[in-house]
């Protein structure tokens, strides 16, 4: 038989958005994860459905494009894996396979100069020393050589890493001279709370092609309930300052939002000031596992509010891309829609914390318990074979994860797992904040097909 | 109408003298035919915003 008589089949797992004339189309898996049909390619995709090359090339619905162009976008969407020709497609789901890189938390102090509400790092006046900054690089570089990794990235974390701004400077000489001798990429980045933030640093940051991040959790008084310095003295108006000073620079601060019962109320008009600073952000829920026990009732009824909220927001960025006003990234607790993944973090694969002390943790949330130290063990040999996130291996062959059915299980992939490990003793649950990812997932979607459409117009 | 694919789903042979056109030489793009892609090498729709690489966020955490 030849192929025109074989029946043609839509992807198994695609989700579809109607946007105006144009039919998104979200493939979870692939290398082409998004496209957007005008009205004609729509036709012929909905048609494609159980029907044979020759009856859709025949169709009389189809009667006013050519055949060569029918054939065109049948073959085009064929080849970008949303339809299948004689045979059914079965997606494979497994996770996209590692990144060839290693991500470190570089906790360069435990000093910081605010003390936010739900900060999970135990602050003091410890900061790592040059040494062990020397001693950490070269691990990482000597084990980024042993498993084949080309690339390391270094974020600058605390505490506040801009009050330890000689040591960073150090730190971006010493790594860019030892990893070039290795043919190793270097990437840096500062995760800031930005009220540091002044013309001379953001000149260094620019040239040195250090992208920032800073948090901002409200407008005024509504960030100042849980922002705070040490003397209970609002942040809002530093912070502001120092994004000014990176946008006046041309150095676009990539802003993060906490989102807690506190200031949820005041998040749309957060948005909207990220909106009209067409800044990149992203939102994530407070992970407070200290005081909060997140298995209660109250978590469902916080995540419900968050979704609320949240949807407003997400109302407003989409209007305000249609009228052409935003063109940034939004995002939602590191969800990323390009991958596919059982865990939503490099956590026990690519990622480590590195404390002040040298110290080898899976996570800047898990100092307290170290897997290693920097002088005596490999980074990435330690986090591989020593982290104690329960199930984390076997979550893609397990029945018993939670996540397993869900369509959105290797988008989200359970949410952070060192959350889940904290409140259940166990990565193998859905997230505490699952029901608001179901909700939002499809509403990231649409804002990202809304900006990939408008900005084609 | 007799049209023949490629284990990769592409037209490589028509009875009806469309597809050496089609296969080899394209002459819709997607543009033409109505497609609106996104992939993470090309058509970034969003302003640049010093993201690590554009793999999902510059996240407190997030790493891959």
Not at chain 1, 409 to 421: K, N
Not at chain 2, 9 to 27: A, H, R
């Amino acid at each position: 038989m030849t192929v025109s008589q074989n029946k043609i089949y839509q992807s198994d797992l695609l989700f579809k958005y109607n946007l105006g004339n144009h039919l998104l189309i979200y493939n979870p898996v692939g290398d082409h994860r998004m496209i957007l049909l005008d009205s004609a390619a729509q036709q012929v995709f909905k048609i494609c459905l159980n029907h044979t090359l020759s009856q859709v090339c025949d169709h009389h619905l189809l009667r006013n494009l050519s055949k060569k162009r029918i054939i065109s976008t049948v073959s085009r969407l064929a080849d970008y894996g949303f339809l299948s020709i004689g045979k059914p497609a079965i997606s494979n789901i497994s996770q996209s396979p590692h990144k060839q890189s290693l991500s470190l938390w570089l906790h360069l102090t435990n000093r910081c100069n605010f003390n936010c509400s739900y900060c999970y790092i135990a602050k003091d006046n410890g900061h790592m020393s040059s040494s062990v900054m020397k001693t950490t690089i070269s691990n990482a570089v000597e084990q980024c050589r042993k498993h084949g990794l080309e690339n390391l990235t270094i974020k600058f974390s605390g505490g506040e890493p801009l009050l330890a701004m000689d040591l960073l400077r150090e730190t971006v000489y010493f790594t860019r001279e030892l990893c070039s001798k290795f043919d190793i990429h270097t990437k840096f980045q500062i995760i800031s709370n930005g009220s540091l933030i002044d013309k001379k640093i953001t000149d260094f940051l620019k040239s040195h092609i250090i992208p920032v991040a800073c948090s901002l959790d409200g407008i005024g008084t509504i960030n100042d309930r849980q922002r705070i310095y040490f003397d209970k003295y609002g942040s809002f108006a530093a912070i502001d300052k120092g994004i000014t000073t990176l946008l006046n620079s041309n150095w676009n601060p990539h802003v993060l939002v906490t989102i807690t019962p506190e200031n949820v109320s005041g998040l749309k008009d957060l948005t909207r000031y990220l909106i009209k600073r067409n800044l990149c952000f992203r939102y994530a829920f407070v992970r407070d596992f200290n005081n909060r026990n997140l298995k209660s009732q109250e978590t469902k009824h916080i995540s419900q509010l968050f979704t609320s909220e949240l949807n407003k927001c997400f109302d407003d960025i989409e209007i305000s891309i249609r009228v052409k006003q935003f063109n940034s990234k939004v995002g939602l607790c590191g969800i990323n829609l390009n991958r596919s993944s059982n865990c939503i973090c490099g956590v026990g694969t690519s990622y480590a914390a590195i404390y002040h002390d040298g110290s080898i943790c899976s996570c800047q949330m898990a100092f307290n318990e170290p897997l290693g130290h920097v002088e005596k063990d490999g980074i990435i040999d330690c986090i591989r074979t020593r982290h104690s996130l329960h199930g984390l291996r076997e979550r893609e062959s397990n029945s018993n994860w939670q996540c397993n059915t869900c369509i959105w299980a290797t988008i989200c992939a359970g949410g952070c797992p060192m959350l889940a490990q904290k409140t259940f003793g166990t990565t193998l649950v859905s997230s505490p904040y699952c029901h608001a990812f179901k909700e939002l997932i499809p509403r990231l979607i649409r804002i990202r097909g809304l900006a990939l459409l408008y900005s084609q117009n | 109408m007799d049209i023949n694919f490629n284990l990769e789903g592409m037209i490589i042979m028509d009875t009806i003298q469309l597809n050496d056109q089609v296969s080899e030489n394209p002459q819709y793009s997607d543009l033409e035919l109505g497609i609106i892609r996104e992939t993470s090498l090309q058509n970034q729709p969003f302003e640049q915003c010093n993201e690590p690489d554009g793999d999902g966020g510059f996240d407190d955490c997030i790493s891959e």
